[in-house]
C-alpha cells in the first residue's frame, strides 16, 4: 500500500476503528437477517462495509506515518513493527478486495460466454495479480510449471473470462493464506486429450497423519460428501467455496491429491481438471 502524509490534523483512530467494528457487527447481522433478500442488497452492504474498513486502514496508515517521522532512527525493534503494520495493511487490504469480489462474482448470474482461453495466459495472469499479497506474508509465489507441451492449443480451454481469471486469483489466495511465512505456493499446468489440469499446491508440507486428514476433508469438500461419523467437518475458506462454484460452473473437475516429500513430509495439492471443450446445458 502507498504511503501518504497524514490529512490535515491529528487522524482520529478511534472514531475509524470504532466505524470498523461497527461495520463487521452490522455486515454479520444484516446478512443473517431475514430482512435481507437478495444478494444485491447483500452486495451494497459488502460496498459499505468496504468503505467504512478501508476508512479505519488509512487511520492506521497515517498514525504509522506521524510515528516514522516522529523517530529520526527508528532502533530495529520499532522498524520491524513498522514494517509488520504496512504488511498487515496490505493484508487486510487484499481481503476487503477479496471480498468485494466475491460478492460480485456470486450475484452474477448472466449465462457463461464461452470462448477458447489460454489456460497457461489466465494463470500467469492471476500469478501477477496475487504476487503482492504473496510478497506481503513473506511466500514465494513461483512462475507456473508446465509439462514442456509446445505452446499453441495444448492448454487453450472453452471458458468464461469474467470467471475464469478471479477464480484463479481465489484459489491463489486460498494456498497463500495456508502458507506459512517464508514457504512457497507451486502453480503446475499439463495437458491431456480432452482436459487440461491445474494442479496448485498447499504449504506447508504435513506429516503423514495431518496429510490424510488434510487430503479427505478437501476431497469431501469438492465432492460435495456429508464427513463420515467419525470425522470433523472442516472449515473450508471463503476463496475455497466460491472457487468450487466457480469450477463447477465450467464444467470441471476440482480434487485433492498427495505429493510425497523429504522427511516423511507429504505436500497437500489442490487439483482442477478443465474439460476442453464447454458442455452447453
Known amino acids: 500500500m502507498t504511503q501518504h502524509p497524514p490529512p490535515s490534523g491529528t487522524p482520529d483512530a478511534s472514531h475509524d476503528l470504532s466505524a470498523c467494528s461497527s461495520a463487521t457487527v452490522d455486515l454479520q ?25 478501508r476508512s479505519s486502514l488509512n487511520a492506521i496508515q497515517s498514525w504509522a506515518y506521524v510515528l516514522e517521522r516522529a523517530v529520526d532512527a527508528a532502533p530495529p525493534p520499532a522498524q520491524r513493527a513498522l514494517d509488520g503494520i504496512r504488511s498487515g ?13 466475491a460478492v460480485r462474482l456470486l450475484a452474477d448470474e448472466n449465462p457463461p460466454q464461452w470462448q477458447q482461453l489460454d489456460l497457461l495466459a489466465a494463470i500467469d495472469q492471476a500469478i501477477t495479480d496475487r504476487r503482492p499479497a504473496a510478497e506481503a506474508r513473506g511466500v514465494l509465489l ?39 511465512p517464508g514457504g512457497s505456493v507451486g502453480v503446475h499446468l499439463s495437458h491431456e486429450p480432452d482436459h487440461v489440469k491445474l494442479r496448485i499446491t498447499e504449504s506447508p508440507p504435513l506429516d503423514r497423519e495431518r496429510s490424510a486428514t488434510r487430503l479427505n476433508a478437501l476431497s469431501d469438500f469438492f465432492g460435495r460428501r456429508v464427513p463420515g461419523q467419525s470425522s ?38 489442490i487439483s482442477v481438471r478443465f ?6 446445458a
Open 142 to 180: 513461483p512462475p507456473v510449471e508446465t509439462d514442456g507441451a509446445p505452446q499453441g492449443s495444448a492448454y487453450q480451454i472453452d471458458g468464461d473470462m469474467p470467471r475464469l481469471v478471479p477464480l484463479l486469483r481465489h484459489l491463489l489466495m486460498h494456498c497463500i493464506w495456508r502458507a506459512q
Open 232 to 269: 470433523q467437518t472442516s472449515r473450508q475458506s471463503a476463496a475455497l467455496l466460491l472457487t468450487r462454484r466457480m469450477i463447477e460452473l465450467h464444467g470441471a473437475k476440482p480434487g485433492a491429491e498427495s505429493l510425497d516429500g523429504e522427511n516423511e513430509k507429504v505436500t497437500i495439492c
Open 89 to 101: 495493511m496490505q493484508q487486510q487490504q487484499a481481503l476487503i478486495e477479496e471480498m468485494e469480489e
Open 275 to 280: 474439460p476442453r471443450h464447454a458442455v452447453l
Open 29 to 53: 447481522t444484516a446478512v443473517t437477517s431475514p430482512a435481507v433478500r437478495s444478494v444485491v442488497e447483500v452486495g451494497t452492504l459488502i460496498e459499505q462495509s468496504a468503505h467504512d474498513l
